[in-house]
């Protein structure tokens, strides 16, 4: 058990070594495995990157078994300073048409750093509920640009 505390402290400082902007859960109505629902995540970030190509940005994909074992995927996405993202501008993610709509997926909810700070948000997403790191199949870890993600490191 103390182990384990070790491993969701270290994922938490790994998680603070950048300055999120943006939060978004996306939810499932039918139950997927947790890498199908990481890849259409994944999916739903690429037509963003593809619908605006001078946006840098970046992010981290986490997702995780829910209490009914419907998967829900936290985005945590940050961007540089010319093309700032927060709580206004996250409509260039066109959550209604990409996920609600066209994919009828589930839901999703956006908060951004206005809502909470980078501590906050890090250890949100360590806690158990979110990172059972005593059930690796009950949470699956991916990046999303991973070289923009490197050079946007604080």
């Known amino acids: 058990m103390q ?3 070790k491993i969701a402290n270290e994922y938490k400082d790994f998680l603070d ?6 939060h ?18 994944k999916a739903f970030l690429n037509q963003v990157k593809r619908a605006h190509p001078g946006m840098k940005f970046a992010g981290i994909i986490l997702s ?9 995927v936290h985005l945590l996405i940050l961007s540089d300073n010319q093309y700032p993202v927060n709580f206004e501008t996250s409509a ?4 209604r048409t990409y996920w609600n709509s066209n994919w009828r997926q589930g839901e999703a909810h956006v908060t951004d750093s206005g809502e909470w700070d980078n501590e906050t948000i ?5 806690k ?14 991916d990046f999303f640009r991973p070289n923009v993600l490197r050079q946007l490191q604080l």
């Open 92 to 95: 260039i993610f066109k959550l």
């Open 122 to 126: 890090s250890a949100y997403l360590s």
């Open 3 to 5: 182990n384990l505390k």
């Open 24 to 41: 978004i859960v996306l939810s499932f109505r039918r139950l997927l495995h947790l890498q199908t629902a990481s890849k259409q995540a």
């Open 64 to 72: 995780s078994a829910g209490q009914d074992s419907r998967p829900h």
């Open 128 to 141: 158990k509920k979110n990172l059972n790191l005593s059930d690796p199949d009950s949470y699956d870890l």
């Open 17 to 22: 070594q950048w300055q999120w902007q943006l």
